[in-house]
Structure formats: structure tokens, C-alpha cells
């Protein structure tokens, strides 16, 4: 008897869960509690039948039982009228005191950052962007650049192949000849883009990215090029950063310097020590530049009579690494969301 209760009570629980409207609610009520076919009513009936001595006790369980379901018929019809109430009054109330659900702000890859920080600058003294492959053949990355077959950049070590006569580019200085193979001057291009070379540690990474600019036009003069970059790493740099232009050699450019940033980090000058990261010398290098080679201009067809040009590329990652204080570029391609959350967004 006792057993047969709980069995009911149960059954009628479940169902009173999953009831969802007063018609159902009252067709539970009568199927338990009704007067002739009430499952409980019906076991009430049978206690006649229980000997004497059982009687009182199954008499007061089912009594229990018997409040325990009406309360919770009632309570249900209370959360069903409840329910109907708000959805007629306009649905459920929104209590804008709550604290909500935060939802996390992305930001933007600090080389992406620097990347457009570089290309707002360009833009502004009225550069265009173009782009180029990233699997480049050999022509474009070396030999239209004056890069001969033997040339120390065409090594193993640094160049990765893709194919006897496609490899994955070294540098952006392709998309220069790419350029000039389908357009004339006047020219004032950046070229943005991943670069590929066989070098791995903290200030090396085998992807990495450059910014490839050139101008070319009548009378273009290494003074022109002093100028763009001057106020270039003004710009990028801010408080009044010293610029040096070194002499140095590219195949591509001639006459072609490096360009020297007072070090950023220590402030220093040679005489005073300087820091780790200038290597005490004062100065930190940030990009390569020139005068475009007139045998690149032959490649393209370009008369070196007519026309002259000035070259450079920098490395993103670098121009990123100074600004931000870093010594190991791998971070930036580790997605560690610590590393990436010191970045604003
Ligand atoms: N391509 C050179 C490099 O990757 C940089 C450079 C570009 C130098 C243009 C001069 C002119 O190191």
C-alpha cells in the first residue's frame, strides 16, 4: 500500500512538471484526487480492506500524501496564472540593475597595429598600396632586382624553395618590379606584406613582415628619400628622434644606406654606454634605403636618363619590438592572450 503511494506520487509529480496549461492541470486533479476514478481516491477506498492494526498508520500516510499533491496543484496553478499574467502584460520584466554579461572586446595583433600606424603615415604623403605574391619566382625576388645567381641571399639558409624556380619571398622588394612591369611614373608605393627566411630566435622568425616603399618620378634625389624617412620615423617614433643615415650596400640600390634611430630604450649616445638592445652603441637600425639601381629600371623598362627613384624596406616586427619594449619576437606569434591583452583595444 504504502509502496503503491510513493509509485503515485511520483508519477504525478512528473507530470505536473511537464504540464503546461490549467485544462491539463485540472484533467492531473481529477485523475488522482477525482471522487470516482481518482487514482488516490481509489487506494483510499481500499483501506477498508487492510487489517485493523495496519489501518491507522495507512490512513495517515495517505493523508499526507494526499495534501502534499494538492499543495503542489495549487502552486503550479499559481505559476501557470503567474506566467500568463507577465506574457499578456508584455512578456517578462527586465531588471536592468542586474549586471550583465560582459561580452570580451577583441583587439587588434599589435604588428597589425603598428602595420597601419606605418601605412597612415604613407598614406599621408600621398603613397598607394600594392601588394604581391607570397610565392614569388625567382625572376621577381632576385634576378629583376640585380640579385645575380650566386648572390649570398639566394643561400640555402635563407631562402626557402618552393620549386627549382619559385621560392617563398625573402623580402617585398619584388612587388617594386612587379609595379613598375605594369605601370609609369609617377610612382609613390608601399608595399605591406609577410616575408619567409630560414632564421629562428628571440630576434629572428622564419614568417615576419616588411613594409616596401619606393618613389619614382623625373628628378626624384636622394634628398627626397632623407626627407620621406625623416618624417616617417618623426612620425612613428614621436619626441624628436635622431635620424642617421649610414652607407651600406644592397644589390638593388646604389648609392644605398641603412637608416639609425637614436636608441629609444637608453637615450644614449655612444660616449655614455648605450644599452643591451643598441648594443652599446647608441643607435638601433630600422630600415634599409637607397637609390633604385639603374639596372633595375632596365629589367623594367624604365630609361635611367628619364627616371629616378629612391627604395626602402622595413621590418615590421622590429618597428613593433622598439615601440613596445620587446626581446623576443616570437611572442608575437604565440596568441597568448596575456601578451595580447596589454595591448588597448
Ligand atoms: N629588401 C631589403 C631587405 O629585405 C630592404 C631594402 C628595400 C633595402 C629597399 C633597400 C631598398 O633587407
Known amino acids: 500500500m504504502i509502496e503503491a503511494l510513493e509509485k503515485l506520487h511520483e508519477e504525478a509529480a512528473r507530470r505536473l512538471e511537464r504540464c503546461a496549461s490549467e485544462p491539463e492541470l485540472e484533467q492531473i486533479r481529477i485523475d488522482y484526487l477525482g471522487r470516482k476514478g481518482g487514482k488516490l481516491t481509489a487506494l483510499m477506498r481500499g483501506l477498508r480492506e487492510l487489517p485493523a492494526d495496519e489501518r491507522p498508520r495507512a490512513g495517515q500516510e495517505l493523508n499526507r500524501r494526499r495534501a502534499e499533491l494538492e499543495d503542489l496543484l495549487d502552486a503550479r496553478l499559481k505559476g501557470l496564472r503567474e506566467n500568463a499574467a507577465t506574457l499578456a502584460d508584455g512578456g517578462p520584466r527586465l531588471d536592468v540593475t542586474l549586471p550583465g554579461n560582459r561580452p570580451e572586446r577583441g583587439r587588434v595583433h599589435p604588428l597589425t597595429r603598428v602595420t597601419d600606424e606605418i601605412i597612415d603615415v604613407f598614406t599621408g604623403m600621398g603613397f598607394e598600396i600594392a ?5 614569388e619566382d625567382d625572376y621577381h625576388n632576385f634576378e629583376a632586382l640585380n640579385i645575380p645567381r650566386d648572390h649570398p641571399a639566394r643561400d640555402m639558409q ?84 635622431r635620424v642617421r643615415f ?50 633595375v629600371f632596365d629589367f623594367v623598362g624604365y630609361d635611367t636618363e628619364t ?39
Open 131 to 135: 601588394r604581391g605574391p607570397d610565392v
Open 158 to 241: 635563407d631562402t626557402f624553395f618552393v620549386s627549382e624556380d619559385h621560392v617563398l619571398r625573402t623580402h617585398t622588394s619584388p612587388v617594386q618590379i612587379r609595379v613598375m612591369e605594369q605601370r609609369r611614373p609617377p610612382l609613390q608605393i608601399i608595399a605591406p606584406g609577410a616575408v619567409y627566411r630560414h632564421d629562428d630566435d628571440a630576434t629572428h622568425s622564419p614568417v615576419f613582415h616588411q613594409v616596401e616603399g619606393f618613389m619614382v618620378d623625373h628628378g626624384i634625389t636622394f634628398g627626397d628619400l632623407k626627407g620621406v624617412l625623416t618624417h616617417f620615423l618623426e612620425q612613428i617614433f614621436q619626441d624628436e628622434v
Open 246 to 295: 649610414r652607407p651600406s650596400f644592397f644589390p638593388f640600390t646604389e648609392p644605398s644606406a641603412e637608416v639609425d634611430i637614436g636608441c629609444i630604450l637608453c637615450r644614449a649616445d655612444e660616449d655614455s654606454g648605450g644599452c643591451r638592445v643598441c648594443r652599446g652603441s647608441g643607435w638601433l637600425e630600422i630600415l634599409g634605403s637607397g637609390m633604385i639601381d639603374p639596372n
Open 307 to 345: 627616371f629616378s627613384g629612391f627604395a626602402f624596406g622595413m621590418g615590421v616586427e622590429r618597428i613593433a619590438m622598439l615601440k613596445y619594449g620587446m626581446d623576443d619576437i616570437r611572442m608575437f606569434f604565440q596568441n597568448d592572450v596575456r601578451f595580447l591583452r596589454q595591448f588597448p583595444p
